[in-house]
Nanobody
Framework: QVQLVESGGGMVQAGGSLRLSCAPSPRTFSSGAMAWFRQAPAKAREFVAAISHLHGTNSNSYYADSVKGRFTISRDNAKTMLYLQMNSLKPEDTAVYYC??????????????????WGQGTQVTVSS
């Protein structure tokens, strides 16, 4: 069974930065795509960013409009660790952030049902 463990969440002031990490277990797990979703209090979980794993070191990344230009999704060359660099954070970015992964590289990247595995989430709180 594949497990995903997020880390890097915390509390930061508006305008600050945080970097989230997601570590799959076992480390030999090879995903076709990975993503970040988030869920704010009393709101539905929403797509944040995704990265697909193409041949070699090639990949494509996708972002929600609300984070485009502020957040950057990336992975290590071994295609295991997933990261989310979050800059210029806003209070509305406050949420629990979830890492997700799937075996296939194709398909919709912003839909929850497309992902096979989920982490437990890490809290990000942005104060004004």
């Amino acid at each position: 069974q594949v497990q995903l463990v997020e880390s890097g969440g915390g509390m930061v002031q508006a305008g600050g930065s945080l970097r989230l990490s997601c570590a799959p277990s076992p480390r030999t797990f090879s995903s076709g795509a990975m993503a970040w979703f988030r869920q704010a209090p009393a709101k539905a979980r929403e797509f944040v960013a995704a990265i697909s794993h193409l041949h070699g070191t090639n990949s494509n990344s996708y972002y929600a409009d609300s984070v485009k230009g502020r957040f950057t999704i990336s992975r290590d060359n071994a295609k295991t660790m997933l990261y989310l660099q979050m800059n210029s954070l806003k209070p509305e970015d406050t949420a629990v952030y979830y890492c997700a992964a799937r075996v296939k590289a194709w398909g919709q990247f912003s839909e929850e049902y497309e992902y096979d595995y989920w982490g437990q989430g890490t809290q990000v709180t942005v104060s004004s």
